[in-house]
């Protein structure tokens, strides 16, 4: 039997202002020419086909017709990851079940999915898909109310009882496969994924998936061997470098034969344009960028100069007009300063808060161009006031004395319009 396992497409994907839509789609033909190519009898794919739970059309429209045609190469698995959404697969995998025979499937709840005809002996496959801390003892225990274990622990048994299901199901000699999109204490994650779902609170353990002949696995992006060293297993790894902390991830399709033995090997896949980083001096990277050296690549760049570069972005349109520019900074070594301290020696005063009220209605107050007088005035009567019990009056006192005197003035109106009435 022969498996392909991919992951983390995180289509509808951006960086920065750049849309990754044709950085996806060089790889995904790679993929599928590869799947054309190679024809596996199951494609498993571990998570986070898209980059959000509500993903743009255009990126809804890339995932199912890749799918459609990894599916018509061989049938085809997708377990719902972090940034995918269980309302939204559910839905995909209503749709896909219309067809006969079905080719396709969505997994949103831990379960065995199992074949019986893609191999001389039946197949099953536990798959998890991602479960968030609050829900692991739903999935652990009959009765959550007296779960009292970790995660790790909860998903330790949540894999035992779906692998003895898979035992059972596959049978005696019959083809035992894991699927999940989960952090392994001691995977190495990138700079991409969500930092919460990879520390320590959703961390588990490689115990028991011994086995399945392989465990196929998402979540982390930089394509790498499952920790421990006690089952047979990788992270396949995102689809394209998702930032640029990626950029130097040789980006991985694992295709698996099981026969006596499992043997599992990776296939180098197309990274779409790429990242790059550059730190430099103008002439440097007009030596790098001159007739096109950084067309069709997205730039991160950091120019160093003694003197500020007013036309930096325009000179490098010019030298690669094809370059995505993600940013581009200038660093200058004679911007002038504003000196935060008084030098050595200086023995002036601090200014007082009144002056630095002054100064700020100067220079930094909206709608302010000069202090005006009566507010500084008040001010400085507030300013008088601190520590003392009663506080600057601002002529409230007089104001309420005739208020005071205009409503008793009224309500003796008021009586003498009663008596004679």
């Not at 054309?36 to 980059?51: A, K, V, Y």
Request: aromatic fraction near 6%; proline fraction near 7%; include cysteine.
């Amino acid at each position: 039997m022969k498996l392909l396992h991919t992951s983390d497409w995180h289509l509808g994907a951006r960086l920065g202002r750049h849309d990754r839509t044709p950085d996806h789609l060089a790889a995904i033909r790679a993929l599928i020419e590869l799947a054309e190519e190679s024809r596996p009898d199951l494609i498993l794919h571990t998570g986070d086909l898209f980059d959000a739970t509500r993903p743009p059309y255009p990126a809804l429209r890339t995932g199912v017709r890749a799918l459609q045609r990894l599916a018509s190469v061989a049938p085809t698995v997708v377990i719902c990851g972090n940034h995918d959404s269980s309302a939204l697969f559910g839905v995909l995998d209503e749709m896909a079940g219309t067809t006969s025979p079905r080719r396709l499937r969505f997994v949103t709840e831990p379960r065995v999915v199992e074949f019986h005809d893609i191999a001389s002996k039946p197949v099953a496959v536990a798959c998890v898909p991602f479960i968030p801390p609050g829900a692991v003892a739903d999935y652990a225990t009959d009765d959550p109310a007296r779960f009292e274990g970790t995660y790790a622990d909860g998903i330790r048994t949540l894999n035992g009882r779906l692998l003895t299901e898979a035992e059972r199901v596959a049978g005696t000699g019959g083809i035992v496969l894991y699927g999940a999109h989960l952090h392994v204490h001691g995977a190495r994650p990138g700079t991409s994924e969500r930092r919460f779902t990879v520390g320590e609170d959703h961390a588990t353990h490689a115990d028991g998936l011994h086995r399945a002949l392989y465990s196929a696995f998402g979540h982390i992006h930089d394509p790498q061997l499952l920790p421990g060293g006690t089952a047979t297993g990788r992270y396949a790894g995102s689809l394209i470098p998702l930032d640029f902390g990626e950029g130097g991830q040789a980006k991985q399709t694992v295709l698996v034969a099981i026969a006596d033995d499992v043997q599992v090997d990776t296939v180098e896949m197309p990274p779409g344009r790429p990242l790059v980083t550059f730190a430099g001096t103008l002439a440097e990277l007009e030596g790098r960028a001159a007739d096109g050296g950084l067309d069709n690549c997205i730039l991160k760049a950091c120019i160093t100069s003694e003197d500020p570069i007013p036309d930096l972005a325009d000179r490098l349109a010019e030298w690669s007009p094809a370059c995505a520019v993600f940013n581009i900074a200038n660093e200058v070594a004679n911007r002038r300063a504003r000196a935060i301290s008084p030098a050595a020696g200086d023995s002036a005063p601090d200014p007082d808060i009144a002056d630095l009220f002054a100064e700020w209605r100067e220079t930094a107050a909206r709608g302010v161009k000069a202090p005006h007088t009566a507010v500084l005035e008040l001010f400085g009567k507030t300013l008088g006031s601190v520590g003392h019990d009663a506080g600057p009056d601002f002529g409230v006192t007089a104001l309420t004395v005739r208020a005071r005197e205009t409503l008793d003035a009224l309500a003796q109106a008021r009586k003498r319009q009663g008596a004679h009435g």
